[in-house]
Every structure is written in structure tokens, then in C-alpha cells.
């Protein structure tokens, strides 16, 4: 079986086991999530999804569930087999899942009070590197594979500037020539270290982590510049599977939209991982997702 995970509940009271298929559940709303902890990950989906259950009770609907995929592929196959109906996600992986499922991007989602972070590349100041051209024959960091503000986007406009780059296992590894070396630094603040120290040329992150003090305190930074930023990139969207009946997904939509307004749910939004609002894709979130879809075009070979 797909997934690590599925259970229904309808108001918190009481659960029971959820039928997957679509046709055997119309009275089931299903929440997805890709995580490789899934008793971690269910108590944030539980409140969240139960609460847009007894909100569409109206609409026939008693019951919600959560669905636990492990990776992007297996919440495709899911999404395809109409397994789960809504996830949240990061752009790109949202963008994936729209060209492989025919998944349907909704609504722009919150988290702590943010709605859109650049991606930026970071220098020494004295290093001489002002460009991405700058970068040709160095090496730099990123976070990891699943990274978008620290490795897709940044490698996506690498590529659109005609960058040829190669992974390193090592910071220590040599950079082949006329290429762009990357090696992956696990976390945010080994970025910084690793460019302050000099172990790399160049380091990639988001605005909001580069001024973060957590992952890069002062004392690194005042040696640091930023040397290239990415434009505007939404940070998490509410995404429907192909084929949610319309009433439904436009009483979701509504829902999501009025859920700040009340302390209630304020507080179900701040467990369903610290999302604050949600609103529209229109105007400069519109701008922002057709930029994500171009930068998507050059990188769909590297998201997992």
C-alpha cells in the first residue's frame, strides 16, 4: 500500500478508518503530506483536515483523513489514484506535482508571517565574485537535495545564466574547469561558516536565513555580501488533486480564507506548521508563481 498512513476522524471526537478510493469516500475529505516521519507529521494534519471536515458539513462531508507519503513520487501516485485530495507544499515541488498529477495550484500559504523569501547568494566581501559569471571555476553550497531557497532555485538561475555546474562529494574536492562546483553543507548555518572560513567561494540561502541570527550570526555576516538575489519566490501553496469536485474545492478555498479571522482558527492554523494566513495568486503572487514556473522548466531533472 501507498503511504504510511491514513485515518478518519470527523470533529476530533472520535476516528475511524477511511476508505482510499474516491468513489467509496465521498463523505471523506483526505489531507496528503510528504514526510519521512509520519507520527510526527499526523498530529498537524489531524486538527487541520478535521476542521475543514466539520466546516463542510454541509457538503456532505463527516469525515477528514491524513495521508502519509515518503516522497514526492509516491504522493504523485497517490494524487493520481485520487488518494488525496489537498497538501500543502513548497512551489516547486507543487509545480511537480501539477505537471505529473494534474494537481491544481490553489491558494498562497503563510508560514510565520511570511508569504514569499528570495534566494540569495552570498560572498565574502573581498572574494572579487559580484555575478553569477563571477562563479564560473568555484565552488559553493548549498543546503540539500530538497532545498528550494538553497539549492533549485539557485542552481535553476546558474542554469538559465548558461553555468554548466558540477556536484562535488567534498568542499575539498577540486572544481572541474569552466565549471560551477556545488557540495551540499547540510544546514543553513554551515553555509555561512563554510564561506566565512573561505572552504567554499560562495554559499546560497534565503533572505530570511542570511538574516536570521540563529543561522548566521553578526559576526559572520559583516564579512559577508550578497552577491545575487533571486525575485520574489512564494513559500508554500494549498494545492487540490485533479478531479475534487468543484463545490468542495471552492468550500475549502473559503474556508482557508476566513481561518485568520478567529482565535480558533488562529490556533489550528499556528499547528498546521505555523501557517499564518492564506490568500489569492494575484498580482505580485501571480508574477511570483509564473517566475517559479520558469525556473521549474530548468530544473524538474533535480527535484525528488
Not at 500500500?1 to 476508505?19: H, K, T, V
Not at 508554500?236 to 463545490?247: D, H, L
Request: with cysteine.
Amino acid at each position: 500500500m501507498l503511504g504510511c498512513l491514513i485515518s478518519g476522524f470527523g470533529d476530533g471526537r472520535g476516528a475511524r478508518a477511511a476508505e482510499p478510493e474516491t468513489e467509496r469516500r465521498k463523505d471523506t475529505i483526505v489531507m496528503g503530506r510528504v514526510s519521512s516521519n509520519a507520527h510526527k507529521t499526523y498530529p498537524k494534519i489531524e486538527r487541520f483536515v478535521g476542521h475543514l471536515a466539520y466546516k463542510l458539513r454541509p457538503l456532505g462531508i463527516s469525515r477528514g483523513a491524513v495521508r502519509i507519503a515518503r516522497n514526492n513520487k509516491e504522493m504523485i501516485e497517490l494524487l493520481r489514484a485520487g488518494d488525496v485530495d489537498f497538501i500543502s507544499e513548497t512551489v516547486m515541488s507543487a509545480l511537480l506535482m501539477e505537471e505529473r498529477a494534474g494537481a491544481e495550484i490553489l491558494l498562497r500559504e503563510w508560514k510565520k508571517k511570511r508569504g514569499w523569501y528570495r534566494s540569495i547568494i552570498i560572498a565574502r566581501s573581498e572574494s572579487g565574485i559580484k555575478t553569477l559569471a563571477d562563479l564560473r571555476g568555484q565552488k559553493i553550497a548549498f543546503e540539500d537535495r530538497g532545498s528550494t531557497s538553497s539549492f533549485l532555485v539557485p542552481l535553476a538561475l546558474m542554469r538559465r545564466q548558461g553555468l554548466k555546474t558540477v556536484h562535488l562529494e567534498s568542499h575539498t574536492d577540486p572544481v572541474p574547469a569552466d565549471t560551477v562546483g556545488y557540495v551540499f553543507a547540510g544546514r543553513e548555518i554551515n553555509i555561512t561558516a563554510w564561506v566565512e572560513r573561505k572552504s567554499v567561494a560562495a554559499g546560497a540561502l534565503s533572505n530570511w536565513d542570511f538574516l536570521g541570527k540563529a543561522r548566521t550570526p553578526r559576526v559572520m555576516r559583516q564579512d559577508l555580501s550578497v552577491v545575487y538575489q533571486s525575485r520574489p519566490i512564494i513559500r508554500s501553496v494549498f494545492v487540490a488533486r485533479a478531479g475534487v469536485p468543484e463545490t468542495v474545492k471552492r468550500g475549502v478555498r473559503e474556508i482557508l480564507l476566513q481561518m485568520n479571522g478567529d482565535q480558533a482558527g488562529k490556533r489550528i492554523l499556528k499547528n498546521y506548521y505555523k501557517v499564518k494566513k492564506y490568500d489569492e495568486i494575484e498580482g505580485e503572487a501571480a508574477e511570483s508563481l509564473e517566475e517559479s514556473r520558469k525556473l521549474y522548466s530548468l530544473i524538474r531533472d533535480r527535484i525528488n
